[in-house]
């Protein structure tokens, strides 16, 4: 998770070094390097976010004798017990990120502003990550030697 994190943290700082805006999203067609790091960061912003939830919140639960459920409620669960800051959040995020896979461009004002979105959610997954992290070596006991490092922040 460590790495998948910094591989997004990496896009992340690759595309928003520029300003973003529907100039910026009708130009992509005539800056092919550009829209290769746009498209990379939103791959890793969706992979990211679906191995937190679909495997590593899961993952986590099990391993504190819970019940997984539905998506919803492994969401709830975590933000029960403050591995999720927000779970209203992380369903926006989902959301965004179908839209940047599926509406990809077809309106360069609303991509902009969704990617700007996508800028602000990103940081959420470095906080769950390093909560579920920190759970494990304070109410699991484990050692932090025997761990992946902690994720660094994107600012």
Request: aromatic content about 12%; charged content about 25%; proline content about 4%.
């Amino acid at each position: 998770m460590e790495k998948e994190i910094r591989h997004l943290q990496y896009s992340w700082h690759r595309v928003f070094s520029e300003e973003i805006n529907a100039n910026w999203v009708k130009n992509l067609e005539n800056t092919p390097e550009t829209a290769e790091r746009m498209e990379a960061f939103i791959s890793r912003f969706g992979r990211t976010q679906d191995t937190i939830s679909d495997k590593l919140l899961p993952r986590w639960l099990m391993a504190l004798a819970e019940k997984t459920g539905s998506q919803i409620e492994i969401l709830n669960r975590a933000e029960r017990l403050g591995i999720l800051q927000n779970t209203e959040n992380w369903l926006q995020a989902r959301y965004l990120r179908n839209r940047l896979v599926h509406e990809y461009m077809t309106d360069p004002a609303a991509f902009a502003k969704d990617l700007l979105l996508a800028k602000t959610y990103s940081p959420m997954f470095s906080y769950t990550y390093n909560q579920v992290r920190q759970f494990a070596i304070d109410r699991m006991q484990i050692d932090p030697g025997e761990l992946p490092d902690k994720a660094k922040g994107f600012y």
